[in-house]
């Protein structure tokens, strides 16, 4: 056994004992994944698409006015003109939003509890040896995948193993926008694009499939 194949098999053990500590919270490391997939999902209501809907109500209100004279036309002005175009987007706007923010504040919460039990679990494996990667990096899932790197040989080091798995990453992504822009543009041509956040998780899930 040269020293190379010596060194690499060193490197593997290190991984596969970091990988068996790690997978005692598999389920917190996945849960995390998921709550960020979910928190980078949530968008804020948009006022101007509830104005539409409030001038359309207007305008039905208004047909419904005009085929009865049981309504004040004091009253129908008022419905026209200030609650159904905007008094009424007002309200279902801030609810919305209201909504959207608590929901993203309570997975912030559960994630950041997560990610300090995580931790917690991390710094109890370095008190004995040093963990071979930092702790963004030490998710079984992401373990397995340096694990696989080196072992095809597509890296020698961990080092060089962290950067393919970075570019991998990163063309995954490149292509999902991509992907994602030619779909918008099919569907919708004045449909506005925006840069999706991916984790690793949403990176393994969707190569299972």
Known sequence: ???STAEKEKILSALN????HSEKKKVEYRKA????QYKSGLLLPRFF???IVGLILAFLFGAAFNRSNSI?????ACMTFVVLPVVF??????????NVLARYKQAEKTISALIDELMTHYTAYTANAEFPVAFKYSSPDVLLELISLISTGRADSIKEALNCFEEDIHRYNMMETQKQIIESTKEVADA??????????????????
Request: hydrophobic fraction near 45%; proline fraction near 2%.
């Open 1 to 3: 056994m040269n020293d």
């Open 17 to 20: 004992e970091a990988l068996a």
């Open 33 to 36: 994944d998921e709550l960020n």
């Open 49 to 51: 698409q509830r104005f």
């Open 72 to 76: 004040d036309v004091s009253f129908w």
């Open 89 to 98: 987007p007002v309200i279902w706007y801030a609810i919305s939003r209201y």
């Open 192 to 209: 506005a694009t925006t840069n999706a956040l991916f984790t690793a998780g949403v990176y393994f899930n969707t190569r299972k499939k």
